[in-house]
């Protein structure tokens, strides 16, 4: 049975951090390469952070240079580091795994940036 199991977010102040983990269960993790995509209300889903099988990564325009994303392969873990939070990073972030024709998506965890 696929789990991915977010973990980390919560309500923070402007300009403050969280670490959002996903750990993964029942995929070969080291194949996969690991998402983030962020929902906010009334709008679609968007990719916030990618990074490969490989290890090479990337983060869209509006969190560049606040945002980062790493993994554990040895842990079966992703996580997204993010820092100078926004009001506007308010959202549903979710956890996906994609390998071929094989997508999986994690439950969700809510980040909610206000004062």
């Known amino acids: 049975q696929v789990q991915l199991v977010e973990s980390g977010g919560g309500l923070v102040q402007p300009g403050g951090s969280l670490r959002l983990s996903c750990a993964a269960s029942?995929?070969?993790?080291?194949?996969?390469?690991m998402g983030w995509y962020r929902q906010a209300p009334g709008k679609q889903r968007e990719l916030v952070a990618l990074i490969l099988s490989s290890g090479a990564a990337s983060v869209i325009d509006s969190v560049k240079g606040r945002f980062t994303i790493s993994r554990d392969n040895g842990k079966n873990t992703v996580y997204l580091q993010m820092n100078n939070l926004k009001p506007e990073d308010t959202a549903t972030y979710y956890c996906n795994g994609r390998w071929i024709n094989y997508d999986y998506w994690g439950q969700g965890t809510q980040v909610t940036v206000s004062a």
């Open positions: 029942g995929i070969t993790f080291n194949l996969y390469n």
